[in-house]
């Protein structure tokens, strides 16, 4: 892990967006200007991110923490409309983990063409689709708000908590999608967290095993990173584990869990074994027929079902 700075010199009327602190625009000849940013809590090299465009922020605040979203000029109400619950995600994660946001400020930048997002330290990129007017948002708020909760989970399971190897990556990814369900389900409730993340995440399961993609979330050997980094697996198949787990244990104790873990764990690097030491440490039991079934092996139960009625 390091710090990080950068300085880039851009034309007006462009922008450097990056993770950190702005410390300074200082115009250059030409009409150009130089910023220059700095981050001072250290993260992982893959958590750099920054983004260069015409940008207008959007400010907010929560719990003490300053909130912005850069977007497109032409979209500025919009951007508003799309960001409206950011605070209350920050505030949700905050109670539920018991560990406060790890870093000074959290920043989304909107990227046109960008097919979803990425996360960096205490900056996310997400993509422009997300923006949309205000009814449309209402609409598609369980998928976009999805979005923006899993990419602001990743800041304590991601970015803060970074896997121990690429074998564990579903820690942070599953995690991250597992909490936006969760945000759902307070904000949404139950039933629309079960149509829109536990009957998808199963189903997306099943649709890779029927194409022959059959990975467990804790590969013994891995000899593509990146392609299991990007796939399904670590995000949909380790959410769906973890509902099954909370289903398991039982709501109250699984968010317990949750809170020992992150507060266990808080800027360490983590395996899967300290899940299951957290899952220990409250219930009293090892578990260790779950992890050993849902962590890996790489199949799934196939049911038999008949039935019969009789009027």
Same mark, same amino acid.
């Given at each position: 892990r390091h710090t990080s700075e950068l300085r880039a010199i851009v034309r007006a009327p462009l922008s450097v967006i990056a993770s950190g602190r702005l410390l300074s625009v200082e115009p250059q000849p030409g009409g150009a200007r130089?910023?220059?940013?700095?981050?001072?809590?250290?993260?992982?090299?893959? +958590?750099?991110?920054?983004?260069i465009g015409e940008y207008e922020d959007q400010p907010q605040t929560a719990a003490g923490v300053a909130l912005h979203n850069f977007g497109y000029p032409d979209e500025a109400q919009a951007v508003r409309d799309s960001v409206a619950q950011l605070p209350a995600t920050l505030g949700f994660l905050n109670e539920l983990t018991g560990v406060r946001y790890p870093f000074d400020s959290y920043t989304q930048v909107f990227v046109q063409d960008l097919p979803w997002g990425h996360v960096g330290a205490g900056l996310a990129m997400q993509t422009e689709n997300m923006i949309d007017d205000h009814g449309t948002h209402e609409d598609f708020q369980y998928l976009w708000d999805g979005l923006q909760t899993e990419s602001l989970a990743q800041q304590w399971f991601g970015v803060h908590l970074n896997a121990c190897s690429p074998h564990h990556l579903w820690l942070e990814r599953g995690l991250a999608h597992h909490l936006a369900a969760l945000f759902t389900e307070? +904000?949404?409730g139950r039933e629309e967290m079960l149509l829109w993340y536990v009957a998808a995440n199963q189903a997306t399961v099943l649709a890779d095993w029927a194409s022959g993609q059959r990975r467990a979330l804790v590969p013994q050997q891995l000899d593509d990173v990146a392609g299991f980094a990007t796939g399904n697996t670590p995000s949909v198949r380790g959410a769906a584990v973890l509902n099954?787990?909370?289903q398991t244990l039982g709501d109250g104790a699984w968010r317990r869990v949750l809170r020992h873990f992150a507060q266990t764990h808080a800027g360490q690097a983590v395996c899967s074994a300290d899940l299951q030491r957290a899952v220990q440490a409250?219930?009293?039991?090892?578990m260790d027929w779950f992890f050993e079934q849902w962590l890996r092996r790489a199949d799934h139960p196939v049911f038999e079902v008949a039935w019969q009625h009789d009027a």
């Open positions: 130089r910023f220059h940013w700095r981050m001072d809590q250290a993260h992982t090299s893959q +958590r750099s991110l920054w983004v307070h +904000r949404h099954l787990l909370r409250v219930t009293g039991e090892t």
